[in-house]
């Protein structure tokens, strides 16, 4: 049963913009630690490749490139991890441009 359970939380595994990529990472590897615990454990290129499709779509052109970066489906996933956090301040960056150009030009709409 337990194992049925984790595997369906596998497949649905997200991380929201909000939660950040530490927190995400977090959620993840708690999670493969169960699905290991309960003889059911992920390989390693099934996890990266989970992990990368599981970012919010504001990672989407990172995890792509990543997704094609040769090796990717051999390295652990803290690898993975740490390569992704090398990105995370431009990510953060561009959420706060793009929602600041968003509320600007919102102002200028409704000051019209």
């Known amino acids: 049963m337990q194992k049925s359970v984790l595997k369906q939380q596998f497949e649905a595994f997200t991380i929201v913009s909000s939660e950040g990529l530490e ?3 977090d959620r993840f590897q708690h999670l493969l630690s169960q699905l290991e615990a309960h003889g059911s454990p992920v390989s ?3 996890a990266n490749h989970k992990f990368l499709r599981s970012l919010p779509a504001e990672w989407s052109t990172v995890a792509m490139s ?3 970066k040769e090796g990717v489906d051999a390295w652990s996933i803290d690898d993975l991890f ?3 956090r090398v990105f995370e301040q431009d990510i953060k960056g561009g959420l706060k441009t793009s929602t600041s150009a968003s509320n600007v030009a919102s102002s200028s709409r ?3």
């Open 110 to 112: 409704d000051s019209r």
């Open 66 to 68: 990543m997704r094609l």
């Open 82 to 84: 740490n390569n992704l």
């Open 44 to 46: 390693t290129e099934d």
């Open 23 to 25: 927190k995400g990472y």
